[in-house]
């Protein structure tokens, strides 16, 4: 059974970069799609972005294309979520998802069977 370590996350302000990591221990995320998920306060669990085991295709939520991307290192058995241009609407928990199911990249939270802990990002005005 995998499980997901995630990094980074923190306080920043508009318009800042961040990176979050995600790494893998018990497995290895060569098998799973990946994605990232994202909530904010008092808001349901959005989609932010997939990506295939190879890492071939992604896949982003319309809101957030242009200013992330989800690189995979299957070698370092870690996904990432590079983010810019960071915006406060941004502020939220993050969280990295794996999945055996799916061969294509996909947003439904439902179908992730291990989940990491979550980090906090926030994003100052």
């Known amino acids: 059974q995998v499980q997901l370590v995630q990094s980074g996350g923190g306080l920043v302000q508009a318009g800042d970069s961040l990176r979050l990591s995600c790494a893998a221990s018990g497995g290895s995320i060569s098998t799973y799609g990946m994605a990232w998920f994202r909530q904010a306060p008092g808001k349901e669990r959005e989609f932010v972005a997939a990506?295939?085991?190879?890492?071939?295709?992604?896949y982003y939520a319309d809101s957030l294309k242009g200013r992330v991307t989800i690189p995979r290192d299957n070698a370092k058995n870690t996904v990432y979520l590079q983010m810019n241009s960071l915006k406060p609407e941004d502020t939220g928990v993050y969280s990295c998802a794996a999945t055996s199911r799916s061969i294509l990249p996909r947003p439904e939270s439902v179908l992730y069977d291990y989940w990491g802990q979550g980090t906090q990002v926030t994003v100052s005005s």
């Open positions: 990506i295939t085991r190879s890492g071939s295709i992604t």
